[in-house]
């Protein structure tokens, strides 16, 4: 499987790719914990929901216009920001209770839906499995959900500033996916990807992939859309429309939402935290002797801002 | 204990995966609108923060006497960053009512139900434009949120248009939103509401400000009109990048006048034509959402073939609330003007902190503050949120209560000036009475004296005849109806809130209260109740279902006419209105128009379970019909009722002997209200539903007061701390900002013996336990200083009242032609005022002064040395207000001569008599003579307690603090650090839970949460907490007397 292995970086709309380390890329995710010392000796531990990375590119060395380009984040060329970095790394581009099927916070943060009679829940699946505990179900309460555009799972982001959706890169391919599974009917359903510019605007959407998938009652299916953004995106939006099947008390099982670079899901699920706004926290700058040109072992310090 | 259900109790046992705690402010004032922006602080709030929650029970700490108060806190630092950029892509709209009318001196309703589908959300604004043929008079709203409203006028066509941001969806919220109008002269008229917000691109709701308004008249002729330009202000200032433009357009023309046609680009929110012939109004509101750039737009309208003259337009420009992209300290600065904060009031922001946990059904939030903001001030870099209790700033207000004694409220117990102060400030230990329209107030909250102040100056009566009293009179079995005996002290019960009289109607005794001529209140606005121009009512009560004996009632059932009733009846004919428990305990209310004769309606019986119960009554001369409501039933009949033989003039023209209110049951939180929302079909919400819920908590006092008599206007909160301290009562504000009074009778209810499941144990939750028994507490001997009062009552000899004021003979008052106001200072307060003063002169006088105490007289000499002659009949003298120290005196001197408050005898020329309340310093003690406290010797402790008037009270202050203080008091953490636990959110002050320790021996014991300090640093949020030892409670002659909290006692 060949990976879009490039880093990007710049203002929502405007990102490019920058020149990749030769050192490590650093991207530990920090969750918080902590602990607690018993009046009889054992400890209590507590942690946070959420967790934020701090990424940390070790360059040898770097020539001046791959330098400036960074400086201008560093310095406030760019503007205040926040600024985008796409991690390579990190293939699942949705936030960790997307991509965990509503696990994170056994409920349905992070989702939305619409229609007659519809509603979502978090709930413990079984048979138990190592994916995780936990599914979002899409209750239908009548048979007539509505039509295929007004019935329908979408995301509510979590994210304070990109409220629409994953940043994205123009011309760079993008696969939503899931696995899904029903209870009680058999339902057809159609998975798009939604691009939307600044304002939230729907520019186009993408419907290729897996096309409408019909759910199996007895084992997962998986269903995707794949599309590259168009001229004038800013965000990638997904949504899961209703076709048919709708039947009063029966549901959809959604499990591994995933959002990854290129035109086929990855044939490894991967988890996602979430793309967050970053800002540049850190990027000393030297140059070796009388080579002005260059700026020598400049190690790049970018946080997300995890609001 | 706070309830977050079982699956939050789970996962603080199982992980504790916190969620960042939910920090919600309210900068607009229109509530938290959860629009992710100025309202939202989650994001912003450092890592690092701490409330503090106390119960200081008054209860001394080593040295001192400590206030027995608690308010919480909150600070924390906020990372300034500007919430997130809101872009709107639409506006939407909700098409709403039209209302069409012709008529003389119209007057009309439009009512937007709660039910109205899609109905007006949180955040939208309703626009209704009143186009009427002649001049409106009055436009009104029910809901004074925020309104504007502008007027123009040609010469034909009135146009006014008015908006009002909506506070909380209509659908959510219950009640109706109503518009009220009023016009002149004959019209026609057409009165159109709808609602207006804006969308972003994903349709969620953006919150928006009227930043335009304007309107102008006679814009031309049709068929094309012209609204006037409007400027969207420019950026950067609050940056109102978005806009939408509302133009309302309305015209008169002829017989069958065509629709207006909107503006190019703009989309019709509502059209409608109303009236007829030549007074045809037509009237339209457009909205353009492409606007959005600042600028100045002109919008023009065009009619159809109907051909127009005289028109209005208007046009409304609504801006989203966003701002430009701000850093840290820019956004909070106080002086950036591209702030979306710049100009906005920093300490009047509401303000919650919810902490959340991730548990089996999802993220439960539990709240554990609630207050404003004081201060945000920008410092190193960071802004600083500085938060306190939102109730603890309303009591900052003064006020000075009624002045009264106890004979004549049925007793009064503390908690009554308690309850009264704080409703002051709008927050009720009942239910709430209905803002604006109660004209009764009569909640018994430690005393059956009204809470409302019935427009009196200071809220105290003024009459030149009987003296406004509360008589409960008692009659045993066998007795006479006539020869009951009257109580000066119902004995008070614990309420369905706070209290109620111990009223009874059994065989054997009867105890019954009653009132005649209660001061109805207009002060506010409030309509009449029974005249030609206000004839709705509506008696809303609390009543406990105790047994009733009516027809074995001592001194005879047929002198026993109803359980409880409020009567009025019109002094000149039979028109009346009485309402509350008949005999046979049913609800019921008799309204007689006097023209159509009498009409009842009765309801459910009061259940006989010795529970407290609901009653409502009704009626509605407008809309003809009575109500009835006992609990959640409520029951209703047409009835024609006449408004033409009612009274003119206001409720004084009820006969005195025939107004009033008695009960034989105890009841409380009394209200009877007129106007609008007297109807129940309007209003359908009885102020036993959600809405009217208290805002406090206050408990039944022991502390028997004399009378209330502040001669100072006193801070609310100094002043019920004041009565705190007198008896041991805990006051404070708990998480959700609700006023808690809770005297030690609070801690002996069965429901203080339920144990929190929320025990703390060093193998489980907490850290090393610090336990004290610390000796250094120990005082055995108490001393509490008071001011014994008095009130004198009524003797043959000296009558009613006393002399409680002279004027000195030295001291010259003049009183030229006309009006003189003298204002007279009292030695001692009073709590009565004989308000006849009669003129006297040198033959009358020496009687009034020396032989009458009981009269109040003045003397006019026309010398300044009283060598002149005197008037009796130029001059009259009128109390115009009075309290507790100082009357407020106006002489009307109709002579052509000055003449002086003077005599030639040598006695006061100016004297009042009144009710004056004799206080004595005075101390009561207590000490402790068991072996061990001879052992130590004497260890004194000396307090004040300022809300102490009896001797019985001052003892049993003495007792207790001796009682709990005589040996060391065991206590877990001290005043100024706890124990530290893991957080449980629920955990307050108050809690009874169980300590586990085997270190310190702590074996599992009950302890009572003094103090619960929540402190959050990342992952690690703990609770420090402070606990005392829980003694049983004594069951008198089966518990040991002395280190237990003993039971209810009056």
């Given amino acids: 499987m060949a990976f879009d292995s490039r880093i990007y970086l710049g203002r929502l709309g405007q990102l490019t790719a920058i020149r990749s380390p030769r050192g490590n890329f650093e991207a530990p995710?920090?969750?918080?914990?902590?602990?607690?010392?018993?009046?009889?000796?054992?400890?209590?531990?507590?942690?946070?929901?959420?967790?934020?990375?701090?990424?940390?590119?070790?360059?040898?060395?770097?020539?001046?216009?791959?330098?400036?380009?960074?400086?201008?984040?560093?310095?406030?060329?760019?503007?205040?920001?926040?600024?985008?970095?796409?991690?390579?790394?990190?293939?699942?581009?949705?936030?960790?209770?997307?991509?965990?099927?509503?696990?994170?916070?056994?409920?349905?943060?992070?989702?939305?839906?619409?229609?007659?009679?519809?509603?979502?829940?978090?709930?413990?699946?079984?048979?138990?499995?190592?994916?995780?505990?936990?599914?979002?179900?899409?209750?239908?309460?009548?048979?007539?959900?509505?039509?295929?555009?007004?019935?329908?799972?979408?995301?509510?982001?979590?994210?304070?500033?990109?409220?629409?959706?994953?940043?994205?890169?123009?011309?760079?391919?993008?696969?939503?996916?899931?696995?899904?599974r029903s209870s009680g009917a058999v339902y057809t359903i159609q998975p798009q990807i939604i691009w939307r510019d600044a304002t939230g605007s729907q520019v186009t959407a993408s419907t290729a992939g897996s096309g409408p998938v019909t759910t199996s009652v007895s084992a997962s299916t998986q269903g995707y859309a794949t599309g590259t953004p168009?001229?004038?995106?800013?965000?990638?939006?997904?949504?899961?429309?209703?076709?048919?099947?709708?039947?009063?008390?029966?549901?959809?099982?959604?499990?591994?939402?995933?959002?990854?670079?290129?035109?086929t899901p990855d044939t490894t699920f991967a988890h996602g935290t979430g793309v967050w706004p970053v800002r540049l926290v850190a990027g000393p700058e030297a140059w070796p002797f009388l080579s002005p040109e260059l700026r020598v072992s400049p190690t790049v310090v970018f946080a997300e801002d995890v609001t | 204990m706070q309830d977050a259900g079982s699956d939050y109790a789970a996962a603080v046992v199982s992980h504790r995966t916190w969620v960042p705690p939910r920090a919600r402010a309210d900068f607009s004032g229109y509530g938290y609108t959860a629009d992710k922006t100025l309202d939202d602080l989650s994001s912003q709030i450092s890592q690092d923060w701490e409330v503090a929650h106390d119960l200081d029970d008054g209860y001394p700490n080593t040295v001192s006497f400590v206030s027995g108060t608690s308010v919480p806190e909150f600070e924390t630092e906020l990372t300034g960053r500007a919430p997130s950029r809101t872009v709107v892509s639409a506006a939407s709209s909700w098409s709403a009512q039209v209302v069409n009318g012709t008529g003389t001196g119209f007057a009309d309703t439009l009512v937007i139900p709660p039910t109205a589908s899609g109905g007006p959300r949180a955040g939208e604004w309703i626009v209704v434009t009143v186009n009427v043929r002649n001049v409106l008079a009055t436009i009104d709203c029910n809901d004074e949120l925020f309104e504007q409203v502008m007027s123009a006028a040609d010469v034909t066509v009135f146009t006014t248009v008015y908006v009002r941001k909506v506070s909380a969806d209509l659908a959510a919220s219950g009640a109706s939103v109503v518009f009220s109008f009023a016009g002149t002269a004959p019209t026609t008229y057409t009165i159109i509401a709808a609602a207006v917000g804006l969308r972003d691109g994903k349709d969620q709701q953006v919150d928006m400000e009227l930043t335009t308004a304007s309107i102008v008249a006679n814009a031309g002729v049709g068929p094309s009109l012209s609204a006037p330009a409007v400027t969207v202000a420019a950026a950067p200032t609050r940056a109102p990048t978005e806009a939408a433009l509302i133009v309302s357009a309305f015209a008169r023309g002829s017989a069958g006048a065509a629709n207006w046609v909107p503006p190019s680009g703009d989309t019709e929110i509502r059209d409608a034509v109303g009236g007829n012939g030549a007074l045809n109004v037509n009237a339209e509101l457009n909205y353009d959402p492409t606007v959005r750039a600042a600028g100045s737009y002109t919008k023009t309208a065009t009619t159809g073939a109907g051909a127009v003259t005289d028109a209005t337009m208007a046009a409304l420009v609504f801006t989203a609330i966003t701002w430009n992209q701000l850093r840290g300290v820019e956004f909070w600065s106080p002086l950036r003007a591209d702030s979306p904060l710049y100009g906005v009031e920093r300490d009047l922001a509401g303000f919650t902190l919810d902490t959340g946990l991730v548990t089996d059904a999802g993220i439960k939030y539990v709240r554990i503050f609630t207050g404003q903001t004081v201060n945000i001030p920008v410092k190193g870099g960071k802004a600083q949120l500085k938060t306190v209790s939102a109730t603890r700033m309303k009591l900052m207000r003064q006020v000075r209560p009624f002045a009264f004694p106890a004979?004549?409220?049925?007793?009064?117990?503390a908690c009554w000036p308690v309850s009264w102060a704080v409703a002051q400030a709008g927050i009720y230990a009942g239910p709430k009475p209905r803002d604006g329209y109660t004209t009764l107030y009569y909640p018994n909250h430690g005393s059956l004296w009204r809470f409302h102040d019935a427009g009196y100056p200071d809220g105290n009566r003024?009459?030149?005849?009987?003296?406004?009293?509360?008589?409960?009179?008692?009659?045993?079995?066998?007795?006479?109806?006539?020869?009951?005996?009257?109580?000066?002290?119902?004995?008070?019960?614990?309420?369905?809130?706070?209290?109620?009289?111990?009223?009874?109607?059994?065989?054997?005794?009867?105890?019954?209260?009653?009132?005649?001529?209660?001061p109805f209140d207009q002060s506010d606005g409030q309509p009449a109740a029974l005249t030609v121009g206000g004839h709705k009512g509506r008696l809303e009560a609390w009543v406990k279902g105790d047994t009733t004996d009516w027809s074995q009632a001592p001194g005879g059932s047929s002198n026993v006419t109803a359980l409880l009733k409020l009567q009025m009846i019109n002094v000149t004919n039979s028109a009346s209105a009485q309402m509350g428990l008949d005999v046979q305990r049913r609800v019921y209310i008799t309204v007689n128009d006097a023209v159509t004769g009498a009409k009842t309606l009765t309801g459910p019986q009061l259940p006989l379970d010795g529970e407290w119960h609901f009653i409502g009554a009704a009626y509605d001369f407008d809309s003809d019909k009575l109500w009835t409501c006992m609990d959640n039933t409520v029951g209703s009949a047409s009835a024609s009722l006449a408004t033409t033989n009612l009274p003119n003039n206001n409720v004084n023209n009820f006969d005195i002997t025939n107004s009033f209110i008695l009960s034989y049951l105890p009841f409380s939180d009394f209200t009877f209200s007129t106007g609008a929302q007297a109807n129940p079909d309007d209003f359908p919400r009885w102020r036993n539903h959600a809405d009217f819920a208290p805002t406090a908590q206050v408990g039944l006092s022991r502390n028997k007061l004399v009378a209330l008599c502040e001669t100072k206007p006193r801070e609310i909160w100094e002043f019920a701390a004041s009565y705190a301290q007198s008896e041991l009562a805990a006051m404070r504000c708990d998480e959700l900002d609700q006023f808690q009074y809770l005297p030690l009778s609070w801690w002996v209810k069965p429901e203080q013996q339920q144990v929190s499941a929320l025990a703390v144990s060093s193998a489980l939750n907490s850290g090393s336990f610090d336990v004290d028994n610390d000796p250094a507490r120990i005082r055995n001997a108490v001393s509490v200083s008071y001011s014994e009062a008095s009130v004198p009552g009524f003797t043959a000899e000296a009558g009613l009242?006393?002399?409680?004021y002279e004027l000195p003979t030295n001291q010259e008052i003049a009183i030229p032609p006309g009006m003189t106001t003298l204002r007279v200072t009292f030695s001692a307060p009073i709590v009565g005022l004989n308000q006849i003063i009669t003129a006297v002169d040198s033959t009358t006088i020496p009687a009034s002064a020396t032989a009458d105490p009981s009269t109040s007289y003045a003397s006019y000499n026309l010398a300044s040395d009283g060598s002149g002659g005197y008037t009796t009949a130029s001059i009259s003298a009128t109390v115009v207000g009075w309290n507790a120290g100082e009357a407020l005196i106006q002489f009307s001197n109709s002579s052509l001569f000055t003449y002086y408050l003077a005599n030639g005898v040598n006695l006061p020329a100016l004297a009042l008599a009144g009710l004056p309340v004799s206080t004595v310093q005075t101390y009561a003690t207590d000490t402790d003579l068991s072996a061990v406290s001879v052992r130590r010797g004497e260890r004194s402790l000396s307090v004040s307690a300022g809300g102490v008037q009896t001797s019985e009270s001052a003892r049993r202050l003495a007792r207790n603090l001796k009682t709990n203080l005589r040996l060391p008091m065991t206590t877990v953490g001290d005043d100024s650090s706890g124990v530290t636990v893991v957080a449980d959110a629920r955990r307050q002050p108050g809690d009874l839970s169980q300590f586990v320790d085997t270190e310190s021996g702590t074996d599992g014991s009950l302890w009572r949460l003094q103090s619960v300090r929540h402190a959050g640093s990342g992952a690690a949020y703990t609770q420090q907490v402070v606990a005392r030892k829980t003694y049983p409670i004594c069951i008198v002659g089966e518990s040991l007397v002395g280190r237990s909290i003993v039971g209810p006692s009056s």
């Fill in chain 2, 462 to 518: 003024l009459a030149t005849s009987g003296i406004e009293r509360w008589n409960v009179v008692e009659i045993a079995s066998g007795g006479t109806f006539a020869s009951g005996t009257s109580l000066e002290d119902a004995d008070w019960i614990e309420g369905p809130y706070v209290t109620a009289p111990d009223l009874q109607l059994r065989a054997a005794r009867s105890r019954r209260a009653y009132t005649q001529n209660p």
């Fill in chain 1, 230 to 263: 168009p001229v004038g995106a800013v965000y990638a939006d997904w949504k899961i429309n209703y076709l048919s099947g709708a039947s009063p008390g029966t549901l959809i099982r959604f499990r591994q939402f995933m959002l990854n670079e290129g035109t």
């Fill in chain 2, 407 to 413: 004979r004549y409220a049925g007793g009064l117990r």
């Fill in chain 1, 29 to 180: 995710r920090q969750r918080r914990t902590a602990t607690f010392e018993l009046g009889v000796g054992g400890t209590a531990v507590d942690q946070m929901l959420g967790g934020a990375r701090v990424y940390t590119l070790n360059y040898d060395q770097l020539f001046r216009e791959d330098w400036i380009y960074l400086q201008g984040f560093l310095d406030g060329h760019q503007g205040p920001g926040p600024f985008v970095l796409l991690d390579p790394g990190q293939r699942n581009m949705l936030p960790a209770n997307m991509s965990s099927s509503t696990s994170l916070t056994n409920d349905t943060t992070n989702f939305a839906v619409a229609g007659s009679g519809c509603t979502i829940t978090s709930g413990l699946v079984t048979p138990l499995d190592t994916i995780g505990p936990r599914g979002l179900f899409w209750n239908f309460a009548n048979a007539s959900p509505g039509a295929s555009a007004a019935a329908y799972i979408t995301a509510d982001w979590p994210s304070s500033w990109y409220q629409y959706g994953v940043p994205v890169v123009a011309g760079r391919p993008l696969c939503f996916s899931f696995t899904v």
């Fill in chain 2, 801 to 804: 009242y006393r002399r409680a």
